[in-house]
């Protein structure tokens, strides 16, 4: 009779011990480490950031950047029936008072003034798309300009609530009104915030998400269809005059001070951003000194303006009073030309393409005393 082998489903190698040994083990060896300037475009986590283009238009490279809105105009709603009768504030509620007929008129007119801006361009393929605060005023001066331009003209329209007006509290009594804005006068215009509503400074925080939707939206085209890439689109934003105002404040980073110095648009006006030389938006390609000064802009505000004019996105005014040397006080004169001649050199070297960084021995070479 055969012996009985226990049967095992395993092969033997499976349980045949391994020697222990006291020999040291190898070290492990890291994985490299990339760090933020690093430009190998293959580390991203195993995902194509390319797929996510809404999540960091910082991943598109800047060669497929669509162009820039070669406009971004802003407009006043027209005249509206609170700003013939405040009384209206205490019956209506702000967001449903409209136009007179006058404000009617006003929005078409305006309509037509942007209509013929754009035609000077001497460009067939032109379009406008426009971003438009909820408020029934704003939303009839929209229709009021749309009637200048064909459905084909017209590239898209977003209602964004966060372009409303500024909030002064539900219904509004007249007399507590005219005494609450002559309160804001000794208070502070950007600070003052009426009960039950809101400051401007307030405004300003709203104001900055939007910003930051429109600066993606520009980033990733959002204004055409996909694969266009048409230079020629404008933006229009149809909003409310401080809105419109804190929306010039946060845009071009002015400081309070400049902010309470600036008067509002009239009914139906609007104000011009527009590309100049480098790819930034001036409000001086379009509009002259004297309107700018009339608006409120100071000789520094002017002077930045003019540095927009020339410059490119992504360069900073080191010059500019809110980014410089102007908040302090310990800086001679003698210090301060120094600043601004090596400011305006740089920015004529820059403009012609001769350098792209101007540096310390640059400025000695043009005579400067570094």
């Known amino acids: 009779m055969p012996s009985l082998i226990p049967f095992s489903p395993f092969p033997k190698t499976m349980f045949t ?6 020999s040291t083990p190898k070290p492990l060896t890291p994985p490299p480490i990339h760090c933020c300037n690093n430009n190998d475009n293959n580390n991203n986590n195993g995902v194509n950031p390319s797929m996510f283009p809404e999540k960091n238009s910082l991943y598109i490279p800047k060669k497929s950047l669509p162009p820039r809105p070669r406009r971004i105009i802003l407009i006043r709603h027209g005249q509206s029936e609170g700003n013939v009768d405040e009384n209206v504030y205490s019956q209506v509620p702000d967001p449903k008072i409209g136009l007179t007929e006058k404000g009617v008129v006003e929005a078409e007119e305006c309509g037509e003034r942007i209509k013929k801006l754009i035609e000077s361009d001497g460009v067939d393929d032109w379009q406008v798309y426009f971003y438009v605060s909820p408020y029934k005023r704003s939303i009839d001066t929209l229709r009021g300009v749309g009637k200048a331009f064909d459905s084909s003209r017209i590239a898209g329209v977003r209602e964004e609530p966060r372009l409303r007006e500024q909030d002064f509290g539900n219904f509004q009594d007249r007399e507590k009104m005219q005494l609450e804005k002559a ?6 215009r950007f600070f003052y915030r009426f009960p039950d509503g809101e400051s401007a400074a307030d405004v300003y925080d709203r104001i900055t998400g939007f910003r930051e939707t429109l600066r993606h939206d520009i980033d990733i085209g959002r204004f055409q269809p996909p694969g266009h890439r048409n230079p020629n689109v404008n933006l229009i934003i149809v909003s409310h005059g401080l809105t419109l105002r804190v929306f010039l404040m946060r845009w071009y980073k002015w400081t309070v001070e400049q902010f309470e110095g600036l008067n509002n648009f009239c009914n139906g006006g609007m104000i011009v951003m527009q590309t100049g030389y480098g790819g930034r938006y ?24 003019e540095w927009q004019k020339y410059a490119k996105p992504g360069e900073l005014n080191y010059d500019c009073s809110t980014t410089g040397p102007a908040f302090f006080t310990h800086f001679n004169s003698e210090d301060r030309k120094t600043v601004a001649w090596k400011s305006v050199i740089a920015k004529q070297f820059c403009y012609h393409g001769l350098v792209t960084k101007f540096s310390e021995s640059t400025f000695k070479f043009l005579g400067g005393n570094a």
């Open 17 to 22: 011990p391994t020697p222990f040994s006291l």
């Open 183 to 188: 309160l804001r006068v000794l208070y502070g």
């Open 282 to 305: 001036s409000l001086l390609v379009h509009h002259t000194r004297k309107e700018l000064k009339e608006f409120g802009l100071t000789e520094a505000m002017l002077t930045d303006q």
